[in-house]
């Protein structure tokens, strides 16, 4: 099992540049989430699913959005990326909110 | 008030010695309490969940005490390899989603 994958690792992009983030996992989980975490301010939840086709609004959603097309796939868009949009991503996913929850490795964005 | 505080630290301590912090929570509705470890620029990763009763997984001891809302982290004969950020996490009855503290960073020094 290769667990909860995430493409890509690194990224730059230009103020105003679209992008998407991937976000894959092989463990057939129902919940799925995406946070980004910034220096001295913890793992903010950005947007979560609890079952494909569904999705909702985290704590900071705006600028983001999501679908959840397949089971296994959380996708995250940037649709007009801004300097503040710099951050590390995580994505996460687990098969009821009591179990643990098992992140990706991150993908570190830089927005100039 | 955030959700779920922690103190920031940084914990510096030798050796072997004994380091403990403490989590508070600010949800009386809450069901499920974690502490999660996250290395440098690395993703987060289950430490171990804290019961009721109070936990131990080897050298880590987790307490929870819901009437002044807080859990704790105790962790004795420090290790080298302990150094690392200690996140609070804790879940809210009915809800879908974690709530994560900003971490206790931890140094452990030889």
């Known amino acids: 099992n290769a667990g909860v994958t995430q493409t890509p690792k690194f990224r730059v992009l230009k103020t105003g540049q679209s992008m998407t983030l991937l976000c894959a996992q092989d463990?057939?989980?129902?919940?799925m989430y995406w946070y980004r975490q910034d220096p001295g301010m913890g793992l903010r939840l950005i947007h979560y699913?609890?079952?494909?086709?569904?999705?909702a609004k985290g704590e900071v959603p705006d600028g983001y959005n999501v679908s959840r097309l397949k089971k296994q796939n959380f996708l995250l868009g940037l649709e007009s990326a801004a300097p503040s949009q710099t951050s590390v991503y995580f994505c996460a996913s687990n098969p009821g909110i009591s179990n643990e929850q098992y992140f990706g490795p991150g993908t570190r964005l830089t927005v100039t | 008030r955030k959700e779920v505080e922690q103190d920031p630290g940084p914990f510096n301590v030798p050796e072997g010695a004994t380091v403990a912090f403490n989590c508070t929570y600010s949800?009386?509705?809450?069901?499920?309490f974690f502490w999660y470890r996250q290395d440098c620029r690395k993703e987060p990763k289950l430490l171990m969940s804290v019961y009721s009763s109070g936990n131990e997984d080897g050298r880590f001891t987790a307490q929870l005490n819901r009437a002044s809302q807080y859990i704790s982290l105790l962790i004795r004969d420090s290790k080298l390899s302990d150094s690392a950020t200690y996140l609070c996490?804790?879940?809210?009855?009915?809800?879908?989603?974690?709530?994560f503290g900003a971490g206790t960073t931890v140094t452990v020094r030889a």
């Open positions: 463990m057939n989980h129902e919940y």
């Open positions: 996490v804790v879940n809210y009855v009915g809800d879908y989603k974690l709530s």
């Open positions: 949800n009386s509705a809450s069901q499920s």
């Open positions: 699913s609890v079952g494909e086709g569904t999705t």
